[in-house]
């Protein structure tokens, strides 16, 4: 079954850095997303994409926060200065014609 | 706006044993789609069942089965005869269309099975 990649899995930064997460999601799909869940909290919508260009976005997805599908495959997240209350799990997902949502495996970012 | 509200934040059942997760959600938009996604310690998000609002007839995946209520907006999961891995976080989500083409979870349930 195709599924949705991410990398890194583990990604441990120190505060003001940068970050780039990275997705490469199901080659057929049509949107593309960004959600993130801090440890036991609920999971949350950060950025839709589709047509190359952002669909939607949260009221979380601030200036900090870019993404790029440079290539036609892979599906990028940018921090640009993280913060300590950036630290969660990064969930990039997909949506093909078939109305289901596939999830990757998730980035959990650490900001020290 | 849409919402997705899950009362119940913990449950347990015994290994064998039916048990019932509850969804509530609200839309005004009238196409949209219903999930449930399993979320074990490994914090992977799996998708569990999905429902088509337009389609009466409850979704059923093996084990996994739906009662979906159209008119109470209420969308409950069934897990027949629990196993010991299905011990997880269980979100319900709602995809509306022709707008906003996101999933929108509710805060989750976390399920134990106890052998």
């Known amino acids: 079954e195709p599924e949705v990649t991410q990398t890194p899995s583990h990604q441990v930064t120190q505060m003001g850095q940068e970050v780039i997460l990275r997705c490469v999601p199901i080659s057929n799909h049509l949107y593309f997303y960004w959600y993130r869940q801090i440890l036991g909290q609920k999971v949350e919508f950060l950025v839709s994409?589709?047509?190359?260009?952002?669909?939607?976005k949260s009221e979380i997805f601030d200036d900090q926060f870019s993404v790029e599908r440079p290539d036609g495959s892979n599906f990028t997240l940018k921090i640009r200065s993280t913060k300590l209350e950036d630290s969660a799990m990064y969930f990039c997902a997909s949506l093909g014609a078939e109305v289901k949502l596939f999830f990757g495996s998730g980035t959990q970012l650490s900001v020290l | 706006a849409q919402t997705v509200t899950q009362s119940q934040p913990e449950m347990s059942v015994q290994e064998a044993e039916t048990v019932t997760l509850s969804c509530t959600y609200d839309?005004?938009?009238?196409?949209?789609?219903l999930f449930w996604y399993k979320q074990p310690p490994s914090r992977q998000m799996i998708l569990v069942i999905r429902q088509e609002a337009y389609k009466q007839q409850n979704a059923t995946e093996n084990r996994f089965s739906v009662n979906f209520q159209k008119a109470a907006k209420s969308f409950s999961l069934k897990i027949s005869d629990s196993q010991l891995g299905d011990t997880a976080m269980y979100f319900c989500a709602l995809l509306t269309q022709g707008g906003s083409e996101k999933l929108v979870f509710g805060k989750g349930t976390k399920l134990t099975v106890n052998p």
């Open positions: 839309t005004s938009e009238n196409n949209y789609y």
């Open positions: 994409f589709y047509n190359n260009e952002i669909s939607e």
